[in-house]
């Protein structure tokens, strides 16, 4: 089972800041299949990104994917309030799991 | 519009079973994957189960297999899980998806509680 571990736990942020969050892989996600979701309290997950890079439908082009193998990234580049959630990578290379999570907080 | 709406969702005493339900709509049910994932309080998430469009192809996480069943009803565009032996540790809220093979998942249901607790 390939273990994803994200970080940081909590990244503290004021709006308007960058947000980079950081997905580690312990063995090689092949063909980048890599997703991304946001929660919010009381919500289910929201698809950001899929396939480490591509955004979803709807998905506002603030929120960039990038990596392979095993090291991927989530990148906000601009940080509104609304965007303040935890964060989830998730792999579907193989069996489907997903990481710890990030937490982007308001600073 | 796709909704989908879990129910069966309670509290249960441990190695007791619950059977959970997903009632599925604004898309042709029988052309999609569904999938089963859980997450327990205040924690991460975790994919339980996903089921073919068909229903010939079944996969469970190791947390799970021998003790939950999926199934679907195509007719009655309805998912369910079989849930028996359960677990404190399969206490969480459950949330029925819509695909699974593709790898991701862009709808999502609002998810069922379901405690395990003496």
């Known amino acids: 089972e390939i273990v994803l571990t994200q970080s940081p736990g909590t990244l503290s942020l004021s709006p308007g800041e960058r947000a980079t969050l950081s997905c580690r892989a312990s063995q090689s996600v092949s063909s980048n299949s890599l997703a991304w979701y946001q929660q919010k309290p009381g919500q289910a997950p929201r698809l950001l990104i899929y396939g480490a890079s591509s955004r979803a439908t709807g998905i506002p082009d603030r929120f960039s994917g990038s990596g392979s193998g095993t090291d991927f990234t989530l990148t906000i580049s601009r940080v509104e309030p609304e965007d303040f959630a935890v964060y989830y990578c998730?792999?579907?290379?193989?069996?489907?799991?997903f990481g710890q999570g990030t937490k982007v907080e308001v600073k | 519009q796709v909704h989908l709406v879990e129910s069966g969702g309670g509290l249960v005493k441990p190695g007791g079973s619950l059977r959970l339900s997903c009632a599925a709509s604004?898309?042709?049910?029988?052309?999609?994957?569904m999938t089963w994932i859980r997450q327990a309080p205040g924690k991460g998430l975790e994919w339980v189960s996903y089921?073919?469009?068909?229903?010939?192809?079944?996969y469970y996480a190791d947390s799970v297999r021998g003790r939950f069943t999926i199934s679907r009803d195509n007719a009655k565009n309805s998912l369910c899980l079989q849930m028996n032996s359960l677990r404190a540790e399969d206490t969480a809220v459950y949330y029925c998806?819509?695909?699974?093979?593709?790898?991701?998942?862009?709808?999502w249901g609002q998810g069922t509680l379901v405690t395990v607790s003496s």
């Open positions: 998730q792999q579907y290379g193989g069996s489907r799991t």
């Open positions: 604004g898309f042709t049910f029988s052309d999609y994957y």
């Open positions: 089921i073919s469009s068909s229903g010939d192809t079944i």
């Open positions: 998806a819509r695909g699974g093979y593709s790898g991701w998942w862009i709808y």
